[in-house]
T-cell receptor
Framework: ETGVTQTPRHLVMGMTNKKSLKCEQH?????MYWYKQSAKKPLELMFV???????ENNSVPSRFSPECPNSSHLFLHLHTLQPEDSALYLC??????????????FGEGSRLTVL | KNQVEQSPQSLIILEGKNCTLQ??????????LRWYKQDTGRGPVSLTI?????NTKSNGRYTATLDADTKQSSLHITASQLSDSASYIC?????????????FGKGTKLSVIP
C-alpha cells in the first residue's frame, strides 16, 4: 500500500461520543499534519508532528487531541465535539527540509458529522 | 497578515475549452507557491510547486506561472476535460519562523460541462 491512508472515510457521532481518526503514511516522510476543511473556508492547520516536535494551532479546541506514536502513524482523538466541528479532516505528510515544508501528500480525508 | 486570494470563486466552461485561474498572495518571506487539485470529497493532489526563480511550470495540460514581483500566479488548463471538474487551491509557503504554516486560498471551483 502506498501514499497516505485515512480511516474511517466517514464518521457520524453524537456530541457525547469519543472517537478517533487514524492516518498512516507509507512514504517515509518525517512530518505529519492534521488539517480541517470547512465549506467555503481555506484549509486550517491543526497539528504538526515533525522529528519528535509537536506544533499546534492555538485556536484548536482541546476537544481535539492528536497522538503520533511513530513517524508513520497519526491519530486525532475526538471527544465532546460540537456540531460546528463537522468538516472534512485531512491528514498529510511531507519531508521537513531545512525548516521548510516539503511537498504535501494528502489522504482522502475523514468526513465527520457531529449531531 | 499572510493572505492568498483566488479568483474566480467558481467557473463553468465547455469541454475542450481553455481556462485560467488566478492567485494573488501577500506572503513574506516567500518560499514557494503550489497548486493543488481537489476532487469533491477527496484529498488535494499536488499539480505544481514553483520557487522564486521559476516563472513557468507545466504538468500535462496544466501550466502554472509565477510573477514574484507582482505576487501573482495563474494556472492555465488547456483543452479541458470532464475530469478537470474540481476545486483548484493555491498555497503559498513562507520561510523562517512559523515555517510549518502554509497559507491556503479558498480555491476556485471549476465545472467542465459537455
Amino acid at each position: 500500500e502506498t501514499g497516505v491512508t485515512q480511516t474511517p472515510r466517514h464518521l457520524v457521532m453524537g456530541m457525547t461520543n469519543k472517537k478517533s481518526l487514524k492516518c498512516e503514511q507509507h512514504l517515509g516522510h518525517n512530518a505529519m499534519y492534521w488539517y480541517k476543511q470547512s465549506a467555503k473556508k481555506p484549509l486550517e492547520l491543526m497539528f504538526v508532528y515533525s522529528l519528535e516536535e509537536r506544533v499546534e494551532n492555538n485556536s484548536v479546541p482541546s476537544r481535539f487531541s492528536p497522538e503520533c506514536p511513530n513517524s508513520s502513524h497519526l491519530f486525532l482523538h475526538l471527544h465532546t465535539l460540537q456540531p460546528e466541528d463537522s468538516a472534512l479532516y485531512l491528514c498529510a505528510s511531507s519531508q521537513r527540509l531545512q525548516g521548510a515544508v516539503g511537498e504535501l501528500f494528502f489522504g482522502e480525508g475523514s468526513r465527520l458529522t457531529v449531531l | 497578515k499572510n493572505q492568498v486570494e483566488q479568483s474566480p470563486q467558481s467557473l463553468i466552461i465547455l469541454e475542450g475549452k481553455n481556462c485560467t485561474l488566478q492567485c494573488n498572495y501577500t506572503v513574506s518571506p516567500f518560499s514557494n507557491l503550489r497548486w493543488y487539485k481537489q476532487d469533491t470529497g477527496r484529498g488535494p493532489v499536488s499539480l505544481t510547486i514553483m520557487t522564486f526563480s521559476e516563472n513557468t511550470k507545466s504538468n500535462g495540460r496544466y501550466t502554472a506561472t509565477l510573477d514574484a514581483d507582482t505576487k501573482q500566479s495563474s494556472l492555465h488548463i488547456t483543452a479541458s476535460q470532464l475530469s478537470d471538474s474540481a476545486s483548484y487551491i493555491c498555497v503559498v509557503s513562507a520561510t523562517g519562523a512559523g515555517s510549518y504554516q502554509l497559507t491556503f486560498g479558498k480555491g476556485t471551483k471549476l465545472s467542465v460541462i459537455p
